[in-house]
């Protein structure tokens, strides 16, 4: 479970946010939404303890695991052995991880469905495969929590449906998400709650209320219709820009 007491962030001496206080319970998703450059990553790495806030609290009930935008390595490991590394906290000191770790590690990569490429040099994987390289990673770490800085960013659709797929299993698990994104319909798909960073303020309320056209327009600074596409006797949410 994550809480924010009237949290105030900020950064390079600007306000990002301030007095925001939210609940997000075990087994449930919080998107966090805004346009480039407002503050997002600023603010998940205050809810990680990274950076700390300005005024407020942040509790964390319980270990977080964190997936970041990119992540490189100074070392030759291979996709195995970065998943693998996901298991660390639950080692004693200087230990190893042993074969049940491992098995661990390529159950996180199936889920992701990158099993194939156990073998192959981390490096050597194309920028989305990393991506859900490192979502395996901290999935491994078997975390009650899990941060993800746009986690579909790099990712094909294809992708983008297998990862909101598995984190919204992961909450029906009991786990607590929270991601930021650039695509509000990722939100209305998955998310409980969701976090509006708005140029001048934010806000914060079920999913259902926050996608409006209104706080969309607002959002992003263009017009925003949010509608509903009937796709294989299902309606799903989407959203659609209105370009000039």
């Not at 390595?73 to 970065?82: I, N, P, W």
């Not at 199936?110 to 490429?117: F, G, I, K, M, N």
């Amino acid at each position: 479970m994550l809480e924010l007491d009237r949290l105030a962030v900020q950064a390079g001496g600007r306000l990002l946010l301030s007095d925001l206080t939210l609940r997000v319970p075990a087994g449930s998703v919080l998107a966090v939404l805004g346009p480039n450059g407002r503050g997002k990553t600023t603010l998940l790495k205050t809810l990680l303890g990274v950076q700390p806030p300005a005024a407020g609290a942040v509790r964390l009930r319980g270990h977080a695991a964190y997936v970041p935008q990119r992540t490189d390595s100074l070392f030759a490991y291979d996709v195995l052995a970065m998943v693998t590394m996901g298991r660390v906290r639950h080692l004693r000191w200087w230990a190893s991880p042993g074969p049940g770790d491992r098995d661990i590690a390529r159950e996180c990569l199936r889920a992701v469905r990158l099993e194939h490429l156990a073998a192959r040099p981390f490096h050597a994987l194309s920028g989305g495969e990393q991506q859900l390289a490192c979502i395996a990673r901290a999935m491994a770490s078997a975390s009650p929590i899990i941060v993800l800085d746009e986690p579909s960013a790099a990712l094909d659709l294809r992708n983008q449906d297998v990862i909101l797929s598995l984190l919204r299993r992961l909450a029906g698990e009991g786990m607590t998400v929270v991601f930021s994104t650039h695509q509000p319909q990722h939100a209305q798909h998955i998310a409980d709650q969701t976090l509006l960073m708005h140029p001048d303020a934010c806000e914060a309320g079920p999913t259902g209320q926050m996608c409006t056209d209104e706080r969309l327009s607002r959002l992003y600074g263009l017009p925003v219709r949010v509608t509903t596409i009937t796709a294989d006797r299902r309606e799903v949410p989407g959203v659609i820009p209105l370009f000039h």
